[in-house]
């Protein structure tokens, strides 16, 4: 798209020719292929997006943040690839972010399916252990709050997080409120 007549970036347009920028892409590597882990998909960018990661940590953080997904627009071929209809970007890669409310991102994670949850993080279920493992760089007890939607709020992970001094706020899934009068009834109709 930078290439293109309607889309053109200058900044990298005037600066390198597309076939350059192929010819670099086709032969960028971060990682030796020949000690290849079982078991990661992102053993080939595992070096980038550790440091990536690192240096997001440390980036200072405002009061209010914020946990959601975000699609990485990618129609190719590779497991790792998702659909979301509800996205405006549908096909892609999902990254779970924790930003804070100016936009800048503190933590990151690429969802690549079933995580083994840190043995110092409690188990809240999938989605909620996502927000704990985000959340690990949040300053405890010191009045920050954060956000995040349905997908990832329960009972258990607002529980947690008042444990360790942050304050949260989610909208709730009827069906994740056991025990709630009417809350089975609703469940019953949404499926």
């Known amino acids: 798209m930078f290439w293109n007549k309607a889309t053109r970036v200058s900044q990298v347009a005037d600066t390198m020719t597309l076939n350059r920028w192929e010819a670099i892409k086709n032969s960028l590597h971060f990682n030796n292929n020949e000690r290849q882990e079982e078991g990661d998909p992102l053993f080939k960018i595992r070096p980038l997006v550790t440091q990536l990661t690192s240096k997001l940590v440390s980036i ?4 209010k943040l914020s946990v ?3 699609m990485v627009p990618f129609k190719g071929r590779h497991r790792q690839k998702q659909y979301l209809a509800s996205k405006p970007k549908k096909w892609g890669y999902k990254i779970l972010i924790l930003a804070g409310s100016d936009g800048i991102p503190h933590n990151m994670e690429i969802y690549t ?3 083994n949850q840190p043995p110092e993080l409690r188990d809240v279920g999938a989605s909620g252990n996502v927000v704990l493992r985000l959340a690990q760089p949040i300053p405890k007890k010191q009045n920050y709050k954060l956000f995040f939607d349905n997908w990832f709020t329960s009972v258990p ?5 008042a444990q360790q001094g942050i304050r949260c ?3 709730v899934r009827a069906n994740r409120l056991p025990g709630v009068i009417g809350a089975d009834s609703v469940s019953e109709v949404e499926r």
């Open 60 to 63: 200072p953080m405002s009061e």
């Open 68 to 70: 959601d997904k975000q």
């Open 113 to 115: 399916g079933r995580v």
């Open 157 to 161: 992970l607002v529980l947690t997080l």
């Open 169 to 171: 706020t989610g909208t």
